[in-house]
């Protein structure tokens, strides 16, 4: 009997483990050059975490900061923080930058399943779990370095562990940590986790499922302990404060403070909702790097199912809290609910902005998916031609992705630019113009500029500015300017404008989508 019930046990992990693989290797795959290039945020991210390894500060020459002055207006540190290490290991790659993010992504497949399997049952678990193994939204967010892609996951772990603490107090102190390390992977979670967190403590209080104990206060204190650094930040940039510069630790004070981006009139805009609607159910935001086209988020076709686990989940919770009666339900649908107000409040919405949210769209559609199997259970045929339709789109969705989707994403992620640095670094050219499509914020990484001559060197167009744009710095101009070209100064250009230097007699090497044109 013992040996009966530990192949059971072991067979049942056969599954959730597939999907974990498959998840992970979908992630992983690739991950330093597809996709090609670099995003601007990423880059900068990146050079953060490579000023503060070498010399101690930031690029600003901030020891430790709580948030970073970076474009001006400010950058998320977690990612720069936790890509650090990567750095060291690896150097300043790609790949050392992007790690720290496909890391918590495959972290947080297991945790939907165990999340999801201890609010329900085992089987809702593994439907989650392998939605969000093949989901093109968490696929994608899983790839790139944007340090507001850290969000999801962190706030999913935060979830996880207060279920756990629920029946087990001391996971609220992990819960607590990892709420509080959210807040400085996304701004906008200033609004989203305290909200979410005291709409949550008085449903778990109204039915009875949270009592006071010590490591319930242990966790609201370490979540406040965490929090206090932006607290401090927000008292600096509103002038209550003077900035706090320190060799240990930084609250730096932001070129240009940016208005709120949540703006709760839009509440009661009707376009938000329809702008809502249409990123989250339609084919996405328009921007490349977050979703495809053709397959939107979840893939088009599951938003009925969506809806109808919102149904069921809905139904049930309503009986759960008349009754005072703690469920699953009832506690997803209130983080969705929080969730859904801060980003229908969000002025210029995108998924980026909107990642407290598609967690619980995962689980309604999960809840769905289930409710169907269930339904169906005198026709398998109609589940698992559902399970035959949704691999059939993941496979399309992979094809797409591991082969033309970089051609798709090199001129927005500035593929080549890397490699034409290395061989001015290599040719030894003193003076260098940048084509202005290229971001200061790439020339920093790949070119690994020393903090302190960026800081000595840098020159601004349009300083004070939320977004700074950067003029000079080191043997670097940005701006082409055909009227003024110097046979003393190398020309990094786009791959079009080639054929023209070529003409006027320059030598040009190639770098995917740019070149560098030098005099002979």
């Known amino acids: 009997m013992r040996v009966h019930r530990k192949q059971g046990a072991q067979q049942a992990w056969l599954l959730p483990l597939l999907f974990i693989l498959v998840g992970v290797g979908v992630r992983l795959w690739q991950l330093g050059g597809l996709p090609c290039g670099l995003n601007q945020d990423e880059a900068y991210a990146g050079y953060e975490a490579y000023s503060m390894l070498t010399y101690g500060v930031d690029s600003w020459g901030y020891a430790n900061p709580c948030y970073f002055i970076s474009w001006g207006s400010g950058m998320n540190v977690l990612e720069s923080y936790l890509a650090m290490p990567f750095v060291a290991l690896l150097g300043l790659t790609e790949l050392a930058i992007r790690l720290p993010q496909a890391i918590l992504a495959c972290v947080s497949l297991p945790v939907v399943y165990l999340l999801l399997s201890r609010l329900f049952d085992r089987t809702v678990g593994l439907l989650g779990l392998g939605l969000t193994a093949i989901c093109p939204w968490h696929i994608m967010l899983s790839r790139w370095g944007l340090e507001s892609n850290l969000a999801p996951g962190l706030l999913l772990l935060g979830l996880y562990f207060l279920v756990r603490g629920l029946d087990s107090p001391p996971w609220l102190l992990l819960s607590g940590l990892c709420y509080g390390l959210s807040l400085y992977a996304y701004a906008t979670l200033w609004v989203v986790v305290p909200l979410t967190l005291v709409v949550f403590l008085v449903y778990l209080l109204y039915t009875q ?15 406040l302990v965490l929090a206090l650094p932006l607290l401090l930040f927000v008292l600096v940039n509103l002038g209550v404060l003077e900035e706090i510069r320190t060799p240990f630790f930084s609250v730096p004070r932001l070129v240009y403070l940016r208005a709120s981006e949540v703006d709760w009139r839009n509440l009661f805009s009707l376009e938000a909702y329809e702008n809502l609607g249409k990123v989250l159910f339609g084919e996405g935001d328009g921007l490349i790097w977050n979703s495809l086209p053709a397959y939107g988020m979840f893939y088009p076709f599951s938003w009925p199912l969506m809806a109808l686990g919102g149904v069921c989940m809905a139904v049930r919770g309503w009986k759960g809290l008349k009754a005072r009666r703690f469920t699953g339900e009832g506690l997803l649908l209130l983080g969705l609910f929080c969730a859904a107000v801060v980003s229908l409040s969000l002025d210029y919405l995108n998924i980026n902005k909107a990642n407290s949210l598609p967690f619980y ?22 589940p698992w031609g559902g399970v035959g339709v949704y691999a059939v789109a993941f496979g399309l969705f992979v094809n797409t992705y591991f082969t033309t989707y970089n051609d798709a994403i090199a001129v927005q992620f500035r593929d080549g630019v890397g490699e034409a640095v290395a061989f001015v670094k290599q040719q030894g050219f003193d003076q260098v113009a940048v084509d202005n499509t290229v971001v200061y914020s790439h020339i920093l990484f790949y070119d690994r500029t020393p903090q302190p001559e960026f800081a000595q060197t840098v020159e ?13 710095f080191g043997r670097y101009t940005f701006g082409v300017d055909d009227q003024t070209l110097d046979h003393d100064t190398a020309y990094l250009i786009r791959r079009s404008q080639a054929q023209q230097m070529e003409q006027m007699g320059y030598t040009v090497a190639f770098f995917g989508q740019y070149a560098v044109a030098y005099w002979e």
């Open 361 to 382: 769209l995962l689980f309604l559609l999960a809840f769905g998916v289930d409710w169907v199997f269930g339904f169906c259970k005198a026709h398998p045929v109609l």
């Open 209 to 223: 499922k949270l009592k006071f104990s010590p490591y319930l206060a242990g966790a609201v204190g370490v979540l």
């Open 460 to 472: 601004y167009a349009n300083y004070p500015s939320p977004y700074l744009s950067v003029s000079s």
